[in-house]
């Protein structure tokens, strides 16, 4: 995979909206607590998988998922606005031509376009700096807000059990997609690696 380091933490920029700065950095045993408020908010949680209220055990599961990271088999963002952290998204499962992306949850207090931004910066990452071929992931059924809005990517749906829908999206369909996000909401992120291994962003929301 391609080497951590460059992938450890980035910031996006834009001087002209709110918030300035978006900041994301490769969580550690630190985030422990900020994970947990996330993950056990009745008001976010319903359609989570069960994460138990103790700190202990998120501080272990983060130190399991430390040694994931140096594996390069998984990627676990903290998104900040301006120095404030205020969501978690993750790439994992990576493997030769594919990877999931996942753990999208954020605060109700962040700005309404982060979570889209950091959305596209993970597929930016994922197609254009791993060099992924494809992204999976999968949505509860029942959140059908979530489901109508990832419709508006060119997905595919390759299969669906009681509970869940699992979509795919190759990097072609990503390009089209990309399209989609400009026209509907001036959202545009870029994001490349330089040959000296350092990552290029260009962005605008």
Known sequence: MQSIQSLREFSLFNSECEPHILNFKLADETDASFILSLRTNPS???????????????????????????????????????????????????????????????????HQLTPIISEISIYEIAYNVLKKNKVLFDVVKANKKVVNYHRIKKINLINEDENNYYFSMSKEDWKISKKKYIDLLGVKIDIYLYNNNKIGINSVW
Do not use: H, M
Request: proline share 1%; aromatic share 14%; with cysteine.
């Open 44 to 110: 976010k949680n319903k359609y989570l998988s069960y994460t138990e209220n103790d700190l202990k055990k998120q501080i272990i599961w983060l130190q399991e998922y430390k040694r994931r990271e140096e594996n390069g088999e998984e990627l676990y963002y903290i998104v900040s606005e301006n120095n404030i952290p205020v969501g978690t998204i993750r790439i994992y499962n990576i493997k030769e031509n594919e990877c999931t992306y996942g753990s999208w949850l954020f605060s109700s207090v962040t």
